[in-house]
């Protein structure tokens, strides 16, 4: 479950809207995240700033993660992202570790929780 959370950060702030990552954040959440064994590729995209879909993994290649748009609070940003394990959407909270590293806390809406780290693979 923690490498889930994990995921979900990642996801979470690559969904954050144009404007909120505005040539800092939303940039480097660009790219390829891996979790588990998931990887996640982070894109640009018109309807919520940014989207996160499963490309390899266990289960649920295909599925885009981000649910919502991200909004941002302090250094972090709070939104909600799917679990690519079991496609649960957490209401979650995004913080940047590193360039490379992205930590995720959040809960489903019947407050099973869950964290975890995302490490970028390029």
């Not at 480097?28 to 996160?52: H, L, S």
Request: net charge positive; proline share 2%; aromatic share 8%.
């Amino acid at each position: 479950m923690k490498s889930f959370i994990t995921t979900l950060t990642v996801l979470t702030l690559t969904l954050a809207s144009g404007a909120a990552f505005a040539g800092s954040k939303y940039d480097d959440m660009v790219g390829t995240w891996k979790w588990e064994g998931f990887t996640i590729q982070v894109k640009k995209c018109d309807q919520t700033g940014v989207c996160a879909k499963v490309v390899s993994g266990p289960k649920n290649v295909g599925m885009q993660m981000i649910k919502s748009k991200l909004v941002e609070n302090g250094h972090d940003f709070m939104g909600k992202v799917a679990h690519p394990q079991t496609g649960d959407t957490y209401n979650s909270k995004i913080s940047m570790v590193s360039a490379d590293d992205w930590h995720i806390d959040g809960c489903t809406a019947q407050n099973v929780c869950a964290s975890g780290d995302f490490k970028r693979v390029k």
